[in-house]
């Protein structure tokens, strides 16, 4: 790979961070080139409409793009442990960094819990030196509060002890749904930082699809998951 | 043994698998050939009419067919956690890959939170290549949605790793009781799969008891666990 | 050791094996013998009123009799996790065996929800032929249902593994309050299976004291716990 | 080192540990000696107003005293699982005992439910021999009741495992909100044990920060936290 470039995009606030992944995959058309299980996921497998079923995943995708190879991580969930996190960010980790992966940058939102006409992209890096390299973009500092939950957080600071650079963006979002628009912000200061020319027409049908489909699968798993328990506490049927 | 096909008929949504594949195992004299127990498992232990006690467990039990030999997994609980998900299902399948099985069913139930009639028998593949195998029996794919939780969905997806052929079949049921209705269904159809010949006369009976003892353990179960809790989210005494 | 049975006595429903072993220990002059600490107890140490702490634990006594030795097991608590209870379990009966333990007798309570003037001693045996043996000594079998929770259960369930003789003794018992009544009934039907003469006199006595106790430490250890979280599910400070 | 003593200030009830701690190690300028983190800390990064991240952590610092040295534990935050605590507080201790720590005062709150004007500085040995050695600093022994939850308990516990000498100090207080009267109190107490001479003047007002600080990180990862969960059970999202 060409001095590649690690992006994360997995689900969280707004679903901000894997709306702008997904996009950019496939807008740049990307590649398949990894999958991630854990048995720290949820114990779920998904139905698909085509009669099959698939398991709960993570994946990498590569985009060879002119200047540097950009190697994007998009998912279904996320771990629910703090020990599971922390193991699955090494193994990311473990991942990119023979590859050549000098750079993260993760994507999420950041709630605030109004409607916001023009999101812009908040961050926080790893360590001050960072900081100008991502400002000179537009991406801002300084006003974000509170912690990042999951992976877009531990990736960062774990990738921090290995010597990388890393930043997390954060799309300014209200929080209780899929924010297209947020992700579209953080696309557009993606194309600059990456030297990208993704446009970002396509981005909210995509989003309103991506979801529905999230929604969908949550709505039916609760679902099935109400059948189970029925409200007690003890079931021996699981 | 014959050519080997797994069946998983573990405690899930209005227990229709647990109720097909018990039935079956009466019918057929299923004979018991290995137990399988799980730290995992709630640290309980049932209390029989008979005076002793008896571990939670999954039984595997061998039908002898002309055909092929059926393998079949049933059982009092699942597993609570991913993780401990993860391991059994390893475990089985373990178990059941030496023996020579390369076709894995599993039985469950799908919440529609309606009272349905003719339950129909819904179907989810590990491949889009083993839909027509099951659909010319009456299988119906497509028409689900959401999750499948647990051992159905696992073991399935799992088995794929492995190589081997897999299907997770689901009677509509209401979600809110067992239903011998659907397990019926399952039954039928799993006569055409298997070449089998049993009779689902005694479903409804079976069920009946099998409902009750199961609402009989968890509800004295649940009693002596209010004793020991009194709403109290601490107490030393467990 | 001669030919010793090991009598567990953990806290449980009514508090009632703890009440019966902790008094017999008392009576018969038991001698510490071992601690059992464990990581998977709850994370708090109890004061005491002559300025000390002290960990939760098990304790062992040992009672010499004439007939047979005695090993005894009480506690202030019960692992709280599947997992955790299966490996203590294992760990008591990896040191009880070595000294030369074929015979196991856990003690705990069947809650009824009732107020029972003359509770009866109800069993739960591993195996039908150990029903026999202790039936003789006006043990009630058959007339429990449902599941034992924790040790009580699982202690003999494991032991079964390893080819010894176990029982589970469950006094009649409320459920909502410590019952010394109960208790009293557990030890005159150990003093007839162990050939032992311990009176019951001081019980009612003892069991006011160590109900004190434990309440006395639960409750307090909650207002410590409440000041903790003042209800609020996320918070660093634990 | 000389001869040092090991301070633990840990968040707790009323913070009142850990703004001791924290106050003397800036009056008395110590200096950063070794970090702690763990991954059964919570999966958040802390989001500072200079734009950069840092994750959840333990810090030690030395404090050089003209008598002794002094080993100051302080942190963000506690592990949250009985295991996690007991592999954290063995680490601790590893950690020390080759630097020859033979005494360890951990401090903390004792909750009350009652505003205190003159905050009783509380205590608890790990053995009757080390009573006397605090009491005549002025800590009270034996008016505690009911449990410490977490390190303040922990430590001591396990170093006297190793033949340490070891109590827990604890501030009179309400429970309800972080005291700096009772840090206060601790901050006298341990000038008199240490051979210190801290000030207590800016206690007050570092109180205020500390707790704003904490309060500000608390309120806004739980601000993003309710973002991710919606009041749901089950979401895919994290």
Chains 1, 2, 3, 4 share one sequence.
Do not use: W
Request: aromatic share 6%; glycine share 12%; charged share 25%.
């Amino acid at each position: 790979m060409k001095n590649p470039v690690f992006i994360c995009g997995l689900p969280g606030i707004g679903l901000v961070g894997k709306l702008a992944a997904e996009h950019i995959i496939k807008e740049a058309k990307g590649a398949l080139v990894a999958v991630l299980y854990s048995p720290s996921f949820p114990h779920h497998v998904i139905m698909r409409k085509n009669g099959t079923m698939r398991m709960l995943k993570n994946k990498f995708f590569l985009v060879r793009n002119n200047g540097r190879d950009i190697l994007i991580l998009v998912g279904d969930v996320q771990a629910m442990t703090p020990e599971a996190q922390y193991e699955i960010t090494g193994k990311i980790l473990d991942y990119i960094q023979p590859k050549g992966c000098r750079e993260i940058i993760t994507l999420g939102g950041y709630g605030t819990g109004k409607i916001i006409p023009a999101p812009r992209v908040l961050g926080s890096a790893i360590s001050k030196k960072f900081v100008a390299c991502y400002k000179k973009y537009g991406v801002i500092f300084g006003e974000t509060k509170g912690a990042i939950i999951g992976a877009a957080g531990l990736i960062p600071m774990l990738a921090r002890l290995r010597g990388m650079k890393a930043v997390c963006l954060m799309g300014e979002t209200h929080g209780a749904y899929a924010d297209p628009k947020s992700a579209q912000s953080i696309v557009l200061i993606l194309n600059k930082i990456l030297g990208l020319n993704v446009g970002i027409g396509k981005l909210e049908e995509r989003a309103k699809a991506s979801e529905r489909f999230m929604k969908n699968i949550e709505d039916e798993a609760k679902k099935q998951m109400n059948y189970l328990s029925k409200g007690d506490d003890l079931s021996y049927i699981r």
